[in-house]
T-cell receptor
C-alpha cells in the first residue's frame, strides 16, 4: 500500500527567502508523485509531477522538487518566496497506472505562511 | 474555456435532507472522482468513475451516491444517512492513461 507523510503541518518563511516543504512517501512499486497547491476555498492546482523521467522536476511559479528514491523523499522547494505563495500544499502519490482504480493518496497538507 | 465546474460554490441544508452536488467537465476526460476535504485530514476519495454508466466506491462511500449517465457529468448526492456531511467537496477528472487529476473549484456544504 502507498502512503504519504508531509513532515510539517505549518511552515513560515519571510518573503524573498527560500521555501522547503518536506514529503516522504511509501510505495511498493515505482510511484508517480505530485505536488498540488490550494488557495483558500479553491480547488487544487497541479504544481508539478514526477513520473519516472528526470528526478529534478520543475513546476509552475518557480517551484521544483527532487525525487530521491534512496531517501523516499519528494521535497518541494522555491528559491525566493512571494506573498502569493501563501497557501496549502499537498504531496500526492499514485502507484497506479493511468488506467488504475482508486486514484491518488494525499498527504495531510502543509500550510505555507509568508511573512512580509 | 475548458475546465471543471462545480455548483453551487456554497450550499446550506437542514439535517435529514438529501442534496446533490454538480460536477461538469468539458475536457473530454474519461475518469471522474469525488473527494471530501476536512480540516487537517487532506482529501479522501468518495466515489470514482472510469467510464460512463460505471462507478466504484472509494474509501468513504457510505452515505453518498453517484451517477455517470454522461461522460461530462458526475453528480454526487449526499444522503441523510451521511452522519457528518458538512465538508468541502472536490470533483476531479483525468484522461485515461494519464497520472494526474485536475480539480474543480469545490462546493462547501454546510448541514445544520
Amino acid at each position: 500500500a502507498q502512503s504519504v507523510t508531509q513532515l510539517d503541518s505549518h511552515v513560515s518563511v519571510s518573503e524573498g527567502t527560500p521555501v522547503l516543504l518536506r514529503c516522504n512517501y511509501s510505495s511498493s512499486y515505482s510511484p508517480s508523485l505530485f505536488w498540488y497547491v490550494q488557495h483558500p476555498n479553491k480547488g487544487l492546482q497541479l504544481l508539478l509531477k514526477y513520473t519516472s523521467a528526470a528526478t529534478l522536476v520543475k513546476g509552475i511559479n518557480g517551484f521544483e522538487a527532487e525525487f530521491k528514491k534512496s531517501e523516499t523523499s519528494f521535497h518541494l522547494t522555491k528559491p525566493s518566496a512571494h506573498m502569493s505563495d501563501a497557501a496549502e500544499y499537498f504531496c500526492v502519490v499514485s502507484e497506479e497506472s493511468g488506467g488504475g482504480a482508486d486514484g491518488l493518496t494525499f498527504g495531510k497538507g502543509t500550510h505555507l505562511i509568508i511573512q512580509p | 474555456d475548458g475546465g471543471i465546474t462545480q455548483s453551487p460554490k456554497y450550499l446550506f441544508r437542514k439535517e435529514g435532507q438529501n442534496v446533490t452536488l454538480s460536477c461538469e467537465q468539458n475536457l473530454n476526460h474519461d475518469a471522474m472522482y469525488w473527494y471530501r476535504q476536512d480540516p487537517g485530514q487532506g482529501l479522501r476519495l468518495i466515489y470514482y468513475s472510469q467510464i460512463v454508466n460505471d462507478f466504484q466506491k472509494g474509501d468513504i462511500a457510505e452515505g453518498y451516491s453517484v451517477s455517470r449517465e454522461k461522460k461530462e457529468s458526475f453528480p454526487l448526492t449526499v444522503t441523510s444517512a451521511q452522519k457528518n456531511p458538512t465538508a468541502f467537496y472536490l470533483c476531479a477528472s483525468k484522461v485515461r492513461g494519464a497520472y494526474e487529476q485536475y480539480f474543480g473549484p469545490g462546493t462547501r456544504l454546510t448541514v445544520t
